[in-house]
């Protein structure tokens, strides 16, 4: 059973995640092509979704075989999570503004794929659900407690009326209780969304 759950949240958070960016690139092809717009700029759309589908078969066979995230080889988890950002807001066109404090600070590579995969996950649901047009993304870490904070200013809702069949929650607070720590969510309707987590760092 815990390992049917660690292969459900590592599904949602590869394959459901890169799906809904390479969705987003598909339907900016599709318009453009509606607009008549030149094909060199419609070449360079679907090369973006043909580079989302290789990094996305790539991490989820990385989740499957419990292997370390591919973006934290050989950087910190402050760098990945700064990469993310970039990548997410040139997909999403949403701003996101990204700060640390102790990013360099050393972690377990269980606490580190967790929080990169949680901010995998906020990220996407601002993006798909919430309609938020910018984001603020905070890591801090200290010896004792690795902390990440992500807010954003979209239509928020109602954390008592989630939808049956969307495990993205789910899966928010069962990273943040294997990682031994907390998953504290604020949101109501019209008010944006706020999702912090706090996880031992050692």
């Known amino acids: 059973m815990e390992e049917r759950n660690r292969l459900a ?6 394959l459901a995640q890169g799906l809904t960016a390479i969705t987003l690139q598909l339907q900016s092809a599709d318009a453009l092509l509606d607009n008549n717009v030149d094909a060199e700029d ?6 973006r979704a043909l580079t989302l589908t290789q990094a996305s078969l790539e991490e989820a066979r990385r989740s499957v075989l419990d292997l ?7 950087r910190s988890l402050s760098d990945a999570l700064q990469a993310l950002a970039q990548q ?8 996101i503004d990204f700060g640390s404090i102790g990013g360099n600070h050393p972690l377990p590579i269980r606490v580190e794929v967790g929080l990169y995969r949680i901010a995998q996950e906020a990220l996407t649901n601002a993006a798909r659900h919430a309609g938020a047009s910018h984001v603020a993304m905070h890591l801090l870490i200290t010896p004792q407690v690795a902390r ?27 990273r943040a209780r294997l990682l031994g720590g907390r998953l504290h969510l604020e949101s109501s309707l019209g008010a ?10 050692s």
Do not use: M, Y
């Open 88 to 95: 997410w807001s040139a997909e999403t066109v949403i701003e």
């Open 68 to 74: 370390r995230a591919a973006p934290l080889e050989g």
């Open 42 to 47: 419609i070449q360079q759309v679907v090369q």
């Open 9 to 14: 949240r590592e599904i949602h958070d590869t």
């Open 192 to 201: 944006g969304t706020r999702v912090e987590v706090t996880v031992p760092s």
């Open 148 to 174: 990440l904070l992500v807010e954003d200013d979209g239509s928020g809702f109602n954390p008592e009326q989630t939808h049956k069949g969307r495990f993205g929650l789910v899966g928010l607070n069962e």
